[in-house]
C-alpha cells in the first residue's frame, strides 16, 4: 500500500490467505488481528465453511494501515478507527469540526504533537534516571 511503509510487492500474488500467513506477513501477533477485527469495522476477512479466517489482500493492506497508525503514528484505538472511517468516506460517529476551528491560528498540525509527545517522552526518560 503506497505511504503505508510497506511495499505491496510484500503480500504474494494470491486472493485468500489464512491468519498465520497474515501474521507472518504484517508481523502482528494472530490474537492481535482477531482483536482488531472486533475494533475497526473495515477489517473483516469472510470465513471459510470450517470457520478458518480468509484474508482478502485488501484486508492485509488495512492491517498494515492498522499497525502503522498505531504503533508508528501513534493514534488510540478509537483514533485509528475515526480515521480509517473518513479515509473511507465513512462518517461514521465522527463530528465534523467546525470551518472557523480548521481554519484556525490555534490548529496544531500531528507532526507537532508527535514532535511534543517525543520530546516529552525524552524528558521523562530522563527525569526517571535520577
Do not use: C
Not at 72 to 87: K, V
Not at 88 to 115: I, M
Amino acid at each position: 500500500m503506497p505511504g503505508d511503509g510497506q511495499p505491496a510487492s510484500v503480500i504474494p500474488e494470491k486472493s485468500l490467505f489464512r491468519i498465520g500467513e497474515v501474521s507472518r506477513l504484517t508481523a502482528t501477533k494472530p490474537f492481535v488481528l482477531r482483536y482488531w477485527e472486533s475494533e475497526f469495522p473495515t477489517l473483516q476477512p469472510v470465513k471459510s465453511p470450517k470457520g478458518h479466517r480468509l484474508y482478502r489482500r485488501q484486508d492485509i493492506e488495512t492491517v498494515l494501515q492498522i499497525k502503522r497508525l498505531l504503533y508508528d503514528e501513534g493514534f488510540t484505538i478509537a483514533g485509528a478507527r475515526r480515521h480509517l472511517l473518513e479515509q473511507n468516506g465513512q462518517d461514521g460517529d465522527v463530528p465534523a469540526a467546525p470551518a472557523s476551528l480548521k481554519d484556525s491560528p490555534l490548529a496544531v498540525s500531528r507532526q507537532v504533537l508527535l514532535d511534543l509527545r517525543d520530546a516529552l517522552r525524552a524528558f521523562l526518560t530522563l527525569l526517571e534516571r535520577r
